[in-house]
Nanobody
Framework: QVQLVESGGGLVQAGGSLRLSCAASIRTFSSADMNWYRQAPGKEREFVARIRGSGGSTSYADSVKGRFTISRDNSKNTVYLQMNSLKPEDTAIYYC??????????????WGQGTQVTVSS
């Protein structure tokens, strides 16, 4: 049973920083592609950042590029999202997502419960 548990959300003023964490109970965590998504009130869930399991390459949504950094610690089965220069439009529930499976050809999506990030102006 895969579980993803996010933490680190909260209320911050515009221009401030937060670091989100996602602890994953994945047997071979290093092989999982890990992602952060977010959903603002009245909007659809959107992609924020990704870090690959193989090679560790990263990618970001244009809206957060240069401000957010995704990283992982495979020894702790944890992925992080460092968020700097936060803006009110970053306010959303942030979800951790894992793409992982028993083989390279059989992989599934897993989601955490989400953590609220609120940026005040």
């Amino acid at each position: 049973q895969v579980q993803l548990v996010e933490s680190g959300g909260g209320l911050v003023q515009a221009g401030g920083s937060l670091r989100l964490s996602c602890a994953a109970s994945i047997r071979t965590f290093s092989s999982a592609d890990m992602n952060w998504y977010r959903q603002a009130p009245g909007k659809e869930r959107e992609f924020v950042a990704r870090i690959r399991g193989s090679g560790g390459s990263t990618s970001y949504a244009d809206s957060v590029k240069g401000r957010f950094t995704i990283s992982r610690d495979n020894s702790k089965n944890t992925v992080y999202l460092q968020m700097n220069s936060l803006k009110p439009e970053d306010t959303a529930i942030y979800y951790c997502n894992a793409l992982w499976g028993p083989t390279a050809d059989v992989r599934f999506n897993y989601w955490g419960q989400g953590t609220q990030v609120t940026v005040s102006s």
